[in-house]
């Protein structure tokens, strides 16, 4: 059975963050979600498709007014520019340090296991976490091989 994803209602995320609803974040959201994690140059790119006359600095500026107000996240990329995506539950990244790709991984029993023993440890309150591990993704093995 072919299901297709559900989109976030923007309107009522940047609403609830306490942002007006405009189209231009609605459409650096949708074109985020679209691809998962994307650098302000690949978001920059696909809004100028549909709003031409949309400035590098505009686009930013709303990348990091979102980022502040808990709509987007930062992901920092070795050794590249960082990539953003929409605020989800907490998950891990397997970032390629080759070509940059970011893959989602949602398996998190064990690890959350691991960070609650070591925070409670240091009598530290842990609220938010983000986990990047850095590698070389299959197929960027597969092409340093050959
Ligand atoms: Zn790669
Ligand atoms: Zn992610």
């Given at each position: ?15 609830e ?6 189209f231009?974040?609605m ?7 679209k691809q ?13 498709k ?10 930013y500026k ?7 107000n808990?709509?987007?996240v930062?992901v ?24 940059g790709?970011v ?5 998190l029993?064990?690890?959350?296991a ?13 609220n ?11 197929a960027?093995?597969?092409?340093i091989?050959?």
């Amino acid at each position: 059975m072919h299901q297709r994803k559900k989109m976030t209602d923007y309107v009522v995320l940047l609403k609830e963050k306490g942002l007006k609803a405009t189209f231009q974040r609605m459409n650096i959201l949708e074109v985020i979600e679209k691809q998962g994690h994307m650098s302000v140059d690949d978001i920059y790119e696909e809004v100028m498709k549909v709003h031409p006359s949309l400035s590098l600095a505009t686009i930013y500026k709303n990348i990091i007014l979102m980022q502040e107000n808990g709509i987007l996240v930062e992901v920092p990329i070795a050794g590249k520019k960082s990539k953003y995506e929409l605020a989800k539950a907490d998950h891990l990244h397997l970032i390629c340090t080759e070509c940059g790709e970011v893959e989602d991984k949602m398996c998190l029993e064990k690890t959350d296991a691991v960070f609650h023993q070591l925070t409670e440890e240091e009598h530290f309150k842990l609220n938010r976490r983000q986990v990047n591990l850095y590698g070389i993704c299959e197929a960027c093995q597969a092409k340093i091989v050959s």
